[in-house]
Nanobody, 123 residues
Framework: QEQLVESGGGSVQAGGSLRLSCAASGNTYSAYDMGWFRQPPGKGREGVATITTDGRTMYADSVQGRFTISRDNSKKLLNLQMDSLKPEDTAMYYC?????????????????WGQGTQVTVSS
């Protein structure tokens, strides 16, 4: 079982950058596909980026070219580098772990979730 804790959220002006991290505490982190999801104010949760156990990545069209997902299995860390931030990126960001997801941006495929970290981008 994986426990996930996000960090790195905050407030930034449009065009700025933030780096989110997610620390896992289980012993089988490398066996899980990992993903970042977000929930904007008043909206449902949506997929942002995923990375499989063998390093394949997938991004939502809205963040392609601006966000980069990475993982460090030795440290059991998941990262999301967010550049060129826009006000529409404002949301609660969650990391998630799942098996056999094929890297798809579908929250139903992920079994374990963190509590979230808030990102606010002002114009």
């Amino acid at each position: 079982q994986e426990q996930l804790v996000e960090s790195g959220g905050g407030s930034v002006q449009a065009g700025g950058s933030l780096r989110l991290s997610c620390a896992a505490s289980g012993n089988t982190y490398s066996a899980y596909d990992m993903g970042w999801f977000r929930q904007p104010p008043g909206k449902g949760r949506e997929g942002v980026a995923t990375i499989t156990t063998d390093g394949r990545t997938m991004y939502a069209d809205s963040v392609q070219g601006r966000f980069t997902i990475s993982r460090d299995n030795s440290k059991k860390l998941l990262n999301l580098q967010m550049d060129s931030l826009k006000p529409e990126d404002t949301a609660m960001y969650y990391c998630a772990a799942g098996r056999g997801t094929f890297g798809l941006l579908l929250e139903s495929l992920y079994n374990y979730w963190g509590q979230g970290t808030q990102v606010t981008v002002s114009s």
